[in-house]
Each structure stands twice: as structure tokens, then as C-alpha cells.
């Protein structure tokens, strides 16, 4: 009778203990990984579908279990700073591990792998993301003339103008984009809110943060770039409108100019059919911003 007890609570245990799984999602980092002898498959689409039926087979028994992106070099990095032989499956657990504290990780809901994996690569990007652009952020310095942390003047700019642009949307779902150019680099930052018929908004704020510290970036470093706000409202088209990044200030953009960038392919140039029952709308002045500083 003991003995089926203690089974019993081993077996509930067993349900509540949460995993991750480092998953090797592209061909290539699966390929850079064979040549490791420890490392058993030899074909991707056998690893995903054998990943797949270990991610049923655990949520069957009631599990909890996150997926996380195992990149084979920051693999490499990780076994010679920590010194591991990364030839071993304990290697890959030990970094597997270390994604599911620090890592960006999506968890397991039941859906197919090829429906999971994008979202998996989209939360990384996004990681990725805000990562470099706090790093930019961090070393911007200070202000010639005033001593203040750019950095931080112009996160806190970019939060007073992200709120504006909130407060100006109508009852709906709110989808933000903003994108700012670095050189040659892009970075996208993009935000879903909804504020209800009684003007509560409800947003994500892991999302806010990616936007304002992207939008910031382009306001430290004086780099073009712009915003677009799509508003969606019941039994009503969809609302566009946007702004353009002009030093530290969003310039509204007339009605043509939001069309004439909606209806432009970004890579090519070349124009493209406007979208079918989208209202192309003029954006409203964000006002002044009372800065004593000019960076």
C-alpha cells in the first residue's frame, strides 16, 4: 500500500516538473551539429517528427514544456567558457538549460511544430532586438551641452510620444510598427493594444517596450525612420495612418503619403494594388514636447 502511494506522488511530481527543449529548427544548424559523434540523427525532417512526438507524448502525461532555439555556435561558446566537452549530451543539456532561464522560449501548446516555429523564430528576432538596440542605447553617451544621458532622454521621449500615438487610436485593436534604419540595418519594433468601448487599453508590455526602445534608438541616434498605427474597429475598414521620424519629433504624414508607402513594395519600389477596403487617413499632431535639452 506504501509502495503504490509513493508511486502515486512520484508520478503527480513527474507532471509538475517543467522542461525545455533546445530545438534546432534550421537545416543548417542541424547539419552543423552532426559532426558531433554524440549527436545521433543524421536527417532533419526525421529529428523534427521524432521532437514533434516527444512534445505530444509529454503534454499527454500533463507536462509543461517550453521550446527554445539552439544555435550550434553559441553552443561552441558556451561549452569553452564553461568549460564542457560539447561533444556530450550533458553539454547540450547544460546550454538547454541556460536557454530556458535567460533565452527567449515559446511553449508548447498542442499545435503542429511548423506552426510553432515561426513564432519561436519571431519572439528570438525580437529578443535579438531589443538586446542590440539597449546596447546602442547604452553607449550614446551624454549630452554635450547639458551632462544628461542621451540613452535615457530619449527612451523617456519615445515613451511620452508611443502613448500619444495610443491615445489617439479609437476604440479597436491598435497595430503599431515601428522601423528605424541604422546604416544599412533595419530595426522593427511592432505592438498589438486593443482599447475597449470604455477607453481601457490593453497592450502587451514586453511589445511596448521593443517600440519605445526602438523608436528611441532612432531619436539618439538622429536616424530616419517612421511609425504606422493600423486601427481595426467592428462593422467599420480598417484605419491607416503614420509618421515620419524627423530628429526628435514624429512628423505626421498627409493621407497621399501614408498611400504612397502602403502601396510601395519596400524592396523593390515598385507599386503595389492598394489593399482592399483600407482607409488611408492623415495623422494627427502628437503636439509639442517640452525638452529644456536639445541633443
Request: glycine share 8%; with cysteine.
Given at each position: 500500500m506504501a509502495h503504490a502511494q509513493h508511486d502515486t506522488m512520484r508520478r503527480a511530481l513527474r507532471r509538475e516538473v517543467a522542461g525545455t527543449i533546445g530545438l534546432l529548427a534550421d537545416a543548417e544548424d542541424f547539419a552543423a551539429m552532426r559532426r558531433?559523434?554524440?549527436?545521433?540523427?543524421?536527417?532533419?525532417?526525421?529529428?523534427?517528427?521524432?521532437?514533434?512526438?516527444?512534445?505530444?507524448?509529454?503534454?499527454?502525461?500533463?507536462?509543461?514544456?517550453t521550446l527554445a532555439l539552439f544555435d550550434p555556435?553559441?553552443?561552441e561558446e558556451f561549452c569553452a567558457e564553461s568549460g564542457l566537452d560539447p561533444d556530450t549530451s550533458d553539454g547540450r543539456t547544460r546550454f538547454t538549460a541556460e536557454l530556458a532561464a535567460a533565452g527567449p522560449t515559446v511553449t508548447y501548446d498542442g499545435r503542429p511544430l511548423s506552426d510553432i516555429v515561426p513564432d519561436l523564430i519571431d519572439e528570438t528576432l525580437r529578443r535579438s532586438t531589443v538586446e542590440y538596440a539597449e546596447h546602442l542605447l547604452s553607449d550614446t553617451g551624454r549630452c554635450a551641452h547639458c551632462g544628461?544621458?542621451?540613452?535615457?532622454?530619449?527612451?523617456?521621449?519615445?515613451?511620452?510620444?508611443?502613448?500619444?500615438i495610443l491615445d489617439t487610436g479609437s476604440p479597436?485593436?491598435?497595430?503599431?510598427?515601428?522601423?528605424?534604419?541604422?546604416?544599412?540595418?533595419?530595426?522593427?519594433?511592432?505592438?498589438?493594444?486593443?482599447?475597449?468601448?470604455?477607453?481601457?487599453?490593453?497592450?502587451?508590455?514586453?511589445e511596448?517596450?521593443?517600440?519605445?526602445?526602438?523608436l528611441a534608438v532612432g531619436i539618439a541616434t538622429k536616424s530616419p525612420?517612421?511609425?504606422?498605427?493600423?486601427?481595426?474597429?467592428?462593422?467599420q475598414p480598417d484605419r491607416v495612418c503614420g509618421w515620419r521620424l524627423s530628429g526628435e519629433h514624429l512628423q505626421p504624414l498627409t493621407e497621399a503619403q501614408v498611400f504612397d508607402a502602403y502601396c510601395t513594395d519596400?524592396?523593390?519600389?515598385?507599386?503595389?494594388?492598394?489593399?482592399?477596403?483600407?482607409?488611408?487617413?492623415?495623422?494627427?499632431?502628437?503636439?509639442?514636447?517640452?525638452?529644456?535639452?536639445?541633443?
Open positions: 558531433y559523434q554524440s549527436f545521433t540523427f543524421h536527417d532533419h525532417t526525421t529529428y523534427l517528427h521524432e521532437v514533434e512526438h516527444l512534445l505530444r507524448t509529454l503534454a499527454a502525461e500533463g507536462k509543461h514544456t555556435e553559441e553552443y544628461e544621458d542621451i540613452g535615457v532622454a530619449s527612451f523617456t521621449r519615445a515613451a511620452i510620444l508611443l502613448s500619444r479597436g485593436t491598435q497595430h503599431i510598427v515601428c522601423s528605424v534604419t541604422l546604416d544599412t540595418t533595419p530595426l522593427l519594433g511592432s505592438l498589438h493594444a486593443e482599447r475597449t468601448p470604455d477607453g481601457l487599453l490593453n497592450l502587451d508590455e514586453t511596448a517596450l521593443e517600440v519605445t526602445t526602438v525612420g517612421g511609425l504606422v498605427q493600423r486601427t481595426t474597429t467592428q462593422d519596400a524592396h523593390t519600389g515598385e507599386p503595389v494594388p492598394p489593399e482592399p477596403g483600407l482607409d488611408y487617413a492623415p495623422a494627427p499632431d502628437l503636439g509639442p514636447y517640452d525638452d529644456p535639452h536639445t541633443h
